[in-house]
């Protein structure tokens, strides 16, 4: 994470903002999908952030079939390379065709452009997008500029904060 900072600017998304979040982007899907009364096939989260939204979005829209995607990120000096080090099960995912692929956000495009890839037809979802990422995102719910850092709240916990005017 540090080589990715410092932010100019924080966005901090608490646990109830995230589930309101995930539950728009679940009803912007509902009913686009190809199968019959426009059904999805199967969720797929890209772990470990996209599973969150990747649970709320298949309890939306009623999906039984979860998988996931573990794509690894790593920083040879300054080019970043990404690899899958976990597949979601071949048969179900096929060209990608029906497959609803979930992650929290979308930065650079880096990890979508990789599973992209792998399953073209399928639809990529994220919850948050930065601009240089979304060319790769079909869904998302709300865009945050590029020089701002999204905290996710199971990175965060409360915390005393002192009062505006100090009590010394
Ligand atoms: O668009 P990109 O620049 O590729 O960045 C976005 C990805 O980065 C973060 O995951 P990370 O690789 O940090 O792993 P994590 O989900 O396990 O925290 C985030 O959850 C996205 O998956
Ligand atoms: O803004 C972000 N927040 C958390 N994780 C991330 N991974 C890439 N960009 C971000
Ligand atoms: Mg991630």
């Known amino acids: ?17 995230l589930h309101r979040d995930a539950r728009a982007l679940a009803w912007r899907l509902d009913g686009k999908g190809p199968g019959e009364n426009g059904a999805w096939k199967a969720v797929v989260g890209i772990t470990r952030g996209g599973l969150v939204p990747a649970m709320i979005v298949s309890r939306e829209l009623d999906i039984r079939i979860v998988d996931t995607i573990s794509v690894k990120s790593y920083n040879h000096q300054t080019q970043t390379e990404s690899r899958v080090t976990k597949s979601p099960q071949e048969e179900l995912m096929g060209d990608g065709t ?12 880096k990890t979508l452009e990789l599973v992209r890839k792998l399953y073209p037809k399928a639809q990529f979802a994220t ?20 020089d701002t850092w999204i905290f996710f709240p199971w990175d965060m916990a409360l ?9 010394d």
């Open 127 to 146: 919850v948050y997008a930065k601009p240089h990422g979304k060319p790769q995102v079909d869904t998302y719910v709300t865009e945050v500029s590029q």
């Open 1 to 17: 994470m540090n080589d990715r900072l410092p932010h100019e600017k924080g966005f901090h998304v608490s646990w109830d903002q």
């Open 98 to 109: 029906g497959i609803l692929i979930v992650d929290d956000l979308v930065d650079s495009g």
């Open 159 to 167: 915390q005393y904060v002192q009062p505006f005017r100090g009590t």
